[in-house]
């Protein structure tokens, strides 16, 4: 039989999916609403390590 392994946690994004989860951050916010900066910092600090990761892992 074969066993199957699950992440432990939650699957990082790419560096491609957070920048595009930024974008559509800040194309969505209304005019005269606060800047979300906590959602907003929490998706750069997802975007660098996603970069990180991937240009390490480049040849």
């Known amino acids: 039989m074969k066993e199957s392994h699950t ?3 939650p699957a ?3 560096a491609t999916e957070a ?3 930024i974008r559509h951050l800040v194309e ?3 005019d005269g609403e606060a800047w979300p900066s ?3 910092e ?3 600090a ?3 390590e ?3 990761a991937e240009v390490s892992a480049a040849p």
């Open 46 to 48: 997802e975007w660098a």
């Open 38 to 40: 906590e959602a907003y």
């Open 7 to 9: 992440p432990a946690g």
């Open 42 to 44: 929490f998706l750069l």
């Open 28 to 30: 969505t916010r209304v």
């Open 12 to 14: 990082r994004p790419s």
């Open 19 to 21: 920048n595009e989860a």
């Open 50 to 52: 996603a970069s990180r």
